[in-house]
């Protein structure tokens, strides 16, 4: 049994012998290379199949996907750094253009609000000739057929509001008549009127009668900071392209090389089956790596188009009135000795400034802060809108009469003719329900408006607590992505080449090739 102090006999060696059956005298031994395997019955037919025929070379044919790999990426190119892209976008950019009309707009707005104070004057001149038969008893008594009268008459009148909420209306008066019974001469008569109306509840207040002023002036302070958050994403999507596109070409130089390494190691390969030392399977693998290679090789070129056209259509940049089909070759490198920029044992310090700055000079807390103001402002107006009407009146009238027009004037300045009145008017209206509902919508607005800057804090607390969870999950409110088509690195922001390629190509791990990692 093999173990140690046992013994081998002669005679057991001759047992063993003669239980082993002689082969027969024809018997010859088959050569490796022309073993077969018979299926039997799970053919059907007994057939045999050659393995050299299921593992031969040629099974896989390399030549398509090297002609395929011998054209150009593109013949027409031009150079582009950074920054001048970043001018190009910004020079040339629909949405900055579309989004540059708010403030523009709003500055009108304000305006208009303003407007509500501008005085109105009104006027109009009337001249009216008339003739009337008069009555059986006028005629008996008064000897008159008929009346006959011409009469000009002419009023202007200057109305407005004030910012307390004051209503005024100042009207001038002036007529001038004929008629039968002065003999057709001629009498003028005259009027000076003034109208005071004060709201004391609804209607009364500075703030209250210039809130529209104030929502127009928030409004603008919103488009601006809203233009700046497009000049932001514009700037932050082209530089994340930009950077894809160095990306792309970086990683087509690490498929070149896996491809010559995966060819070089098909030549070793080839070489070692004609001096015997390797069998056709150890070929076939070769050439099964230099065809998935080549693939990554088509593949990444292609990367190259996709990402050079993202960025043309980015820049916008057009050959007449066809897009441009040359390709954007990118001159800016990110230069990994530099220590002032790829400095690990600085990587969180640096993170952490990066993401104060841009969280103190992101916009988006401040359109939601000035969403709550004009909340709160529709708020308020609309409370003050349920009170009920109650206001204080004056009016007060001079006038003059006489034949001629500068005595009707001293008349009217020495109060020939005077009447004033004061007093109090005002009105409830039932049930209220119009002010009641948009009272009530201004409060769940302005409460919306303070849940969604809430959520915007909450996010920024998150993103400084963990800063590298955020950028990895691009978790963020949907708020601070508004308006934007792709997730995108700040100005600023440096990119570090990871993973050298493996010089075979054989074992690829995830940090193989060019892969990219952004830090802010």
Not at 279 to 300: H, P, W
Not at 478 to 499: M, V
Not at 500 to 512: K, L, Q
Request: glycine residues 6%; aromatic residues 6%.
């Amino acid at each position: 049994d093999g173990s140690e102090g046992d013994v081998v006999t002669e005679d057991a060696v001759d047992a063993v012998t003669d239980a082993v059956a002689p082969p027969p005298a024809d018997f010859q031994p088959t050569p490796p290379n022309e073993l077969t395997l018979r299926y039997g019955d799970e053919l059907g037919d007994g057939a045999a199949i050659d393995i050299r025929e299921e593992i031969s070379i040629d099974l896989i044919d390399l030549d398509p996907l090297r002609k395929r790999l011998g054209g150009a990426l593109n013949e027409e190119q031009f150079n582009l750094s950074l920054q001048e892209c970043i001018l190009i976008a910004l020079s040339d950019n629909l949405d900055i253009q579309v989004t540059g009309f708010e403030p523009l707009k709003s500055d009108q707005d304000i305006f208009s609000a303003k407007g509500e104070f501008d005085p109105v004057l009104q006027g109009s001149g009337n001249y009216t000739r008339s003739n009337q038969s008069q009555s059986q008893q006028v005629v008996a008594f008064g000897g008159v057929s008929s009346v006959e009268a011409f009469t000009t008459t002419t009023n202007a009148t200057l109305a407005g509001k004030l910012h307390l909420g004051t209503q005024y209306a100042l009207s001038w008066n002036m007529e001038k008549s004929e008629s039968t019974f002065s003999n057709f001469i001629e009498e003028h008569s005259g009027t000076l009127n003034l109208q005071l109306t004060q709201p004391i509840l609804r209607g009364f207040g500075t703030k209250y009668n210039k809130v529209r002023i104030s929502i127009a002036n928030n409004t603008r302070i919103a488009s601006e900071a809203q233009l700046r958050l497009t000049v932001l994403n514009t700037v932050a999507d082209v530089i994340k392209a930009y950077w894809d596109l160095v990306g792309a070409m970086e990683n087509l130089k690490v498929r070149a090389e896996s491809l010559d390494n995966a060819e070089r190691l098909l030549k070793v390969n080839e070489k070692r089956r004609e001096i015997g030392t390797a069998a056709d399977i150890e070929v076939l693998q070769a050439k099964a790596g230099v065809a998935t290679r080549q693939s990554e090789f088509i593949s990444a070129r292609q990367n190259i188009t996709d990402a050079s056209n993202f960025l043309k259509n980015l820049l916008n940049l057009r050959d007449g009135d066809l897009f441009s089909k040359a390709l954007v070759v990118p001159i800016d490198r990110p230069n990994p000795r530099d220590p002032d920029e790829f400095d690990p044992n600085a990587y969180e310090n640096r993170v952490m400034a990066s993401i104060d700055e841009a969280l103190e000079n992101r916009p988006e807390v401040l359109i939601r802060q000035i969403e709550i103001d004009n909340a709160a402002l529709e708020a308020y107006r609309t409370k003050k809108e349920m009170l009920p009407q109650l206001d204080l009146i004056y009016n007060y009238t001079s006038g003059g009469r006489d034949h001629k027009l500068r005595e009707t004037l001293d008349g009217i300045y020495e109060r020939q003719d005077y009447a004033y009145t004061y007093g109090i008017q005002g009105s409830i209206p039932l049930f209220n329900r119009a002010a009641r509902g948009a009272h009530n919508r201004a409060r769940l607005t302005q409460r919306q408006a303070e849940l969604s800057l809430e959520q915007a804090r909450r996010f920024q607390g998150r993103l400084q607590r963990h800063p590298r969870s955020e950028q990895q999950t691009g978790d963020a409110p949907p708020d601070c992505q508004r308006g934007r088509r792709r997730k995108a690195p700040p100005i600023g922001r440096h990119h570090e080449l990871a993973g050298p390629p493996d010089p075979t190509g054989s074992h690829r791990r995830p940090g193989a090739g060019a892969h990219l990692q952004h830090r802010i």
